[in-house]
């Protein structure tokens, strides 16, 4: 039986390297910085070029095709997943880290049907690093595969997370006490890359144990969902529940063991959904 998603792919493969190549392009140029909704969410002239390549270039391919894009919803596009083919893309993934030239910026792209992600890709695209994976056929970077550590011990982990200032003081604060929660159980260490995306791929590719977030976005999360599954990993909701894309929130780690001890250790706070209107 044919996969009727592999050419999908393939063409999105196609259009990520062109997009990848557009932002290496860039950052030897002055960078055009503006503000979204606060002073630390930046979006750059390149966000938008780069998500408007994608865009047209998949939807002149797919006509009937949905698409759920980070610069098209801060624009006022709604983002809604229903079972139709969708892609989900977040051109620039690590937009602070491509303010700074700091070396994590990638180009994200899941594609869904039915709600279920079919196959993700995440370009890092200074390191010049294509993690790629179909469902039910493995994870891989550069064509090589790649699984996760599946280590089981907390304490002998690396653990991500991403830390930044928050409006909010109670979740501020709240964030800052979970890193020192996680810190003292104790584990190797805490790392923040500045790339969801990326983050979700070391733990893919054994790089590091654990990835925890809350407060990020369907477009951060659905490249990297399927990458991290396919190198066997664990990806759930911050509850210990079951992961849910438009949620805002995860955890993914090389055991189910160490998903389900950070769970348990962090507190919660709310952080509204992609597909409703939410804090």
Not at 70 to 86: I, M, N, Q, R, Y
Not at 145 to 158: A, F, H, M, T
Not at 215 to 226: L, T
Request: proline share 5%.
């Amino acid at each position: 039986m044919s996969d009727p998603w592999q050419e999908c792919m393939d063409f999105c493969l196609d259009v990520t390297k062109r997009a990848g190549k557009m932002i290496r392009e860039a950052l030897q140029k002055d960078i055009t910085i503006m503000q979204k909704s606060s002073p630390v969410d930046l979006v750059t002239e390149t966000d938008q070029k780069v998500e408007q390549l994608i865009i047209s270039s998949l939807k002149e391919k797919y006509p009937t095709h949905r698409f759920i894009g980070e610069e098209s919803v801060a624009a006022g596009a709604p983002s809604v997943l229903t079972d139709d083919p969708t892609w989900i893309i977040d051109p620039i993934d690590g937009t602070t880290n491509f303010v700074h030239r700091f070396p994590f910026v990638s180009v994200s792209i899941g594609f869904t049907v039915k709600k279920e992600i079919e196959f993700g890709i995440v370009y890092s695209c200074i390191e010049d690093k294509m993690y790629t994976a179909r469902k039910g056929k493995g994870a891989f970077c550069n064509g090589n595969p790649i699984k996760v550590s599946g280590q089981k011990d907390i304490s002998e982990s690396l653990i991500l997370t991403e830390m930044g200032f928050k409006e909010d003081a109670e979740h501020f604060n709240i964030m800052l006490a979970n890193i020192k929660t996680i810190l003292t159980i104790p584990v190797h260490g805490i790392r923040s890359p500045g790339s969801a995306a990326v983050n979700m791929c070391l733990v893919a590719s054994g790089s590091a144990d654990a990835y925890y977030h809350m407060g990020i976005h369907c477009w951060d999360m659905a490249g990297g969902a399927a990458v991290v599954t396919e190198a066997g990993g664990v990806i759930m909701d911050v509850s210990g529940g079951p992961f849910d894309l438009m949620s805002r929130r995860l955890i993914v780690a090389s055991s189910r063991t160490i998903a389900e001890r950070i769970a348990k250790e962090i507190t919660e706070f709310p952080v509204g959904r992609d597909d409703t209107e939410g804090p």
